[in-house]
């Protein structure tokens, strides 16, 4: 193990619900000094605004925002994204602060003994080893996919991330553009996440969620998708794509929401416009599949949406 493996593992980590903090301390990959995190009316919970824009606090649990009715009817696709995710036993103590600021799901990094790029190492070993479930948008040297499937749903949403030293961040601000193989997130050492700004929802917009999985049950996805729009007259007129599962960050399909803005809803416009999902994707030699995937996932997504 290299001397900055050994750093990286020992550095001081925050702990709310301690979901995946437990699991890699049992592993020993993280060995450094706790800092239990306290909640606070700022928090917890989700607050709303009278413009009907929302505020939730980073410590809400998972499942507080999935049973949430308010927040399923003004946003559905992240209520429905929190839903999806992990087991219900999870949902019940994961946080969303926790689940944007987990670590990374790639079975090299998890493994103690291996020297990755997250670690301190050189390189990634899963580019040139097993990278089944990895990235299908080779973004940059990190070919592991970016965990957090709240990310994704917010990021289609346009949320916004505050810390206990920043404001206004996008997603893509706190997770990065997928250039830096040796992060999951942008935080400074240090910062926490304190809370989720929500804009108000578009009037008569619809959304909805969708994964791809290998079982039915407690499965990190192999693609997912998160979609919003509204229609009118039978026209797509403000489309939101955002995806999960195939790149080192979750991104937005905007060429393939483009293509639809303007357009009758109907499946032919959509299946056409679904084809631009892939637009850009560089798969690895094992993850060509994930494009399919991706496809018939858009297309299923938004056919949802226009019925």
Same mark, same amino acid.
Request: proline content about 6%; glycine content about 10%; aromatic content about 4%.
């Given at each position: 193990?290299?001397?900055?493996?050994?750093?990286?593992?020992?550095?001081?980590?925050?702990?709310?619900?301690?979901?995946?903090?437990?699991?890699?301390?049992?592993?020993?990959?993280?060995?450094?000094?706790?800092?239990?995190?306290?909640?606070?009316?700022?928090?917890?919970?989700?607050?709303?605004?009278?413009?009907?824009?929302?505020?939730?606090?980073?410590?809400?649990?998972?499942?507080?925002?999935?049973?949430?009715?308010?927040?399923?009817? *003004?946003? #559905?696709?992240?209520?429905?994204?929190?839903?999806?995710?992990?087991?219900?036993?999870?949902?019940?103590?994961?946080?969303?602060?926790?689940?944007?600021?987990?670590?990374?799901?790639?079975?090299?990094?998890?493994? #103690?003994?291996?020297?990755?790029?997250?670690?301190?190492?050189?390189?990634? #070993?899963?580019?040139?080893?097993?990278?089944?479930?990895?990235?299908?948008?080779?973004?940059?040297?990190?070919?592991?996919?970016?965990?957090?499937?709240?990310?994704?749903?917010?990021?289609?949403?346009?949320?916004?991330?505050?810390?206990?030293?920043?404001?206004?961040?996008?997603?893509?601000?706190?997770?990065?553009?997928?250039?830096?193989?040796?992060?999951?997130?942008?935080?400074? #050492?240090?910062?926490?996440?304190?809370?989720?700004?929500?804009?108000?929802?578009?009037?008569?917009?619809?959304?909805?969620?969708?994964?791809?999985?290998?079982?039915?049950?407690?499965?990190?996805?192999?693609?997912?998708?998160?979609?919003?729009?509204?229609?009118?007259?039978?026209?797509?007129?403000?489309?939101?794509?955002?995806?999960?599962?195939? *790149?080192?960050?979750?991104?937005?399909?905007?060429?393939?929401? *483009?293509?639809?803005?303007?357009?009758?809803?109907?499946?032919?416009?959509?299946?056409?416009?679904?084809?631009? *999902?892939?637009?850009?994707?560089?798969?690895?030699?094992?993850?060509?599949?994930?494009?399919?995937?991706?496809?018939?996932?858009?297309?299923?997504?938004?056919?949802?949406?226009?019925?």
């Amino acid at each position: 193990m290299s001397a900055a493996t050994a750093i990286a593992m020992s550095a001081p980590e925050f702990r709310a619900a301690g979901t995946d903090l437990s699991e890699r301390r049992r592993s020993g990959l993280s060995c450094g000094e706790v800092i239990d995190l306290t909640a606070s009316p700022e928090t917890i919970g989700v607050a709303w605004n009278a413009d009907g824009s929302a505020r939730v606090g980073a410590l809400t649990a998972i499942a507080a925002i999935a049973s949430d009715a308010r927040l399923a009817q *003004a946003y #559905p696709g992240i209520a429905a994204a929190a839903l999806g995710l992990a087991t219900p036993q999870i949902r019940h103590m994961a946080t969303l602060g926790g689940n944007l600021a987990q670590r990374s799901r790639c079975w090299y990094y998890r493994n #103690p003994q291996i020297a990755c790029l997250k670690k301190g190492g050189a390189d990634c #070993p899963a580019r040139s080893g097993n990278h089944l479930y990895h990235v299908a948008f080779d973004l940059g040297p990190c070919v592991a996919p970016h965990p957090s499937t709240m990310a994704m749903a917010l990021m289609a949403y346009g949320a916004k991330v505050s810390t206990d030293r920043r404001s206004g961040l996008s997603i893509t601000d706190l997770l990065g553009d997928g250039s830096n193989g040796a992060a999951d997130n942008l935080l400074a #050492p240090g910062e926490r996440i304190e809370r989720i700004e929500l804009p108000a929802p578009l009037a008569g917009e619809r959304a909805h969620y969708k994964r791809a999985i290998s079982r039915s049950y407690a499965e990190w996805p192999l693609v997912e998708v998160c979609a919003r729009a509204v229609i009118s007259g039978g026209t797509f007129r403000e489309v939101h794509i955002a995806v999960g599962g195939i *790149a080192p960050v979750p991104l937005q399909l905007t060429a393939c929401a *483009a293509a639809l803005e303007g357009k009758p809803a109907t499946a032919a416009t959509i299946a056409q416009a679904a084809e631009l *999902a892939t637009s850009g994707a560089k798969p690895l030699p094992m993850t060509g599949y994930k494009l399919e995937l991706l496809t018939g996932l858009v297309r299923d997504v938004m056919e949802r949406i226009a019925t």
